[in-house]
């Protein structure tokens, strides 16, 4: 009960300083390659906590956990769909800004959809281990090319009834929390 719990409140997406840290680096060499932007995201974040079990078959990309079931869709006009074991579904809608866009995964399980105008989003299914706990969702990024790109952008919010998003300091209190975090 304990996992599956955690798997419902912990879908948790990053909104944190790295988009800034990443769009820096990218402005350097070429803002457009894609393996580039993957490769500086994975070394920002890491990809110790992702999970690069992603099936590509059908019209989602797929991840099986423990507790949930990810798809991650193969275009930017989709939607992420996480599904726990007990039927309860989320989904998150992808920014506007990479609606024509296919997602690329790296070996490491990074997913990019390297947006037409100045802006990628990032998409990276994590499990990790946290007080003997196993703690599954999604980390979402967005990468900024440059100045231009827009200064705001949205993710639409599906959640079932009585759910709500929290954050960080919310859930664990101003002591334990990790900045930028925010759960379901």
């Given at each position: ?119 990628s989003v990032v998409v990276q299914a994590i499990r ?5 706990l196993t703690i599954e969702g999604i980390r979402s ?44």
């Open positions: 009960m304990k996992k599956l719990l955690a798997g419902i409140l912990t879908l948790s997406i990053v909104l944190s300083s790295n988009g800034i840290a990443i769009a820096a680096e990218a402005i350097e060499e070429n803002p457009t390659s894609t393996e580039h932007q993957a490769d500086i995201v994975e070394n920002i974040v890491g990809t110790g906590e992702v999970n690069p079990d992603i099936d590509s078959c059908g019209i989602n990309l797929t991840v099986k956990g423990e507790a949930v079931n990810l798809g991650i869709p193969q275009n930017g006009s989709g939607a992420i769909d996480l599904e726990t074991f007990a039927g309860t579904r989320f989904s998150i809608g992808l920014p506007k800004d990479i609606k024509n866009a296919n997602a690329e995964v790296t070996e490491k399980g990074t997913v990019i959809y390297n947006g037409e105008e100045d802006v990790k281990e946290q007080c003997g990024m967005i990468v900024i090319k440059d100045e231009k790109a827009s200064k705001e952008y949205e993710f639409d919010y599906n959640l079932p009834a009585g759910y709500g998003l929290m954050t960080s300091e919310e859930y664990y209190g101003t002591k334990n929390a990790e900045k930028g975090y925010i759960y379901s």
